[in-house]
């Protein structure tokens, strides 16, 4: 698959439309929230129960979804791997998808909803990690482009909290 173009919204509106149980994090997520970054990809936590993965597999397949690691570009996301805690790297259709099962110091789908807020995206009403919690993971995580982002991830919290007085 060719580089696809990029369109987040029909990503998660496939995903609401097939009742699939997900968190926006990282860059996406704190974009939702007011910070000027640019991300070239969307993280997505995502229940990792049977029937959420079965949903989320059809998903996957209307996006038409492939592994986007060298070598595995013609192979499907698999039942197995997306149930893991493992990061799945995949294109779609309307751009790249990162889906790890777990971020920060380990945390998953049910440790992530209580940090979790819901906001409208184009009609389409999503779970989108809390701006606090995204510093956190990030903090956790401890990556170059992690530590990159920070500070900007900080600036725009003091903002957002200054204007909510």
């Known amino acids: 698959m060719k580089t696809p173009k990029t369109d987040f919204v029909e ?38 129960t049977p029937q959420n993965v079965e949903r989320l597999l059809k998903a996957l397949e209307a996006l038409e979804a492939r592994y986007r690691t060298p070598g595995a570009e013609n192979l499907k996301p698999s039942r197995s791997l997306l149930e893991s805690e493992g990061r799945q790297l995949l294109t779609t259709r309307a751009g790249h998808l990162d889906l790890p099962g777990v971020i920060g110091s380990n945390r998953g789908y049910d440790e992530l909803l209580p940090l979790s807020l819901e906001q409208e995206v184009a009609g389409t009403k999503v779970r989108v990690l809390g701006l606090e919690a995204v510093i956190e993971t990030k ?25 909510e007085k």
């Open 11 to 48: 990503i998660l509106r496939t995903l609401a439309r097939h009742g699939v149980d997900f968190i926006v994090v990282g860059g996406v997520a704190a974009a939702m929230q007011g910070a000027t970054i640019v991300t070239f990809d969307l993280d997505l936590v995502h229940s990792r």
């Open 139 to 163: 903090q956790e995580a401890g990556g170059e482009k992690d530590r990159a982002m920070l500070p900007i991830l900080r600036r725009t919290l003091e903002e957002k909290k200054r204007r």
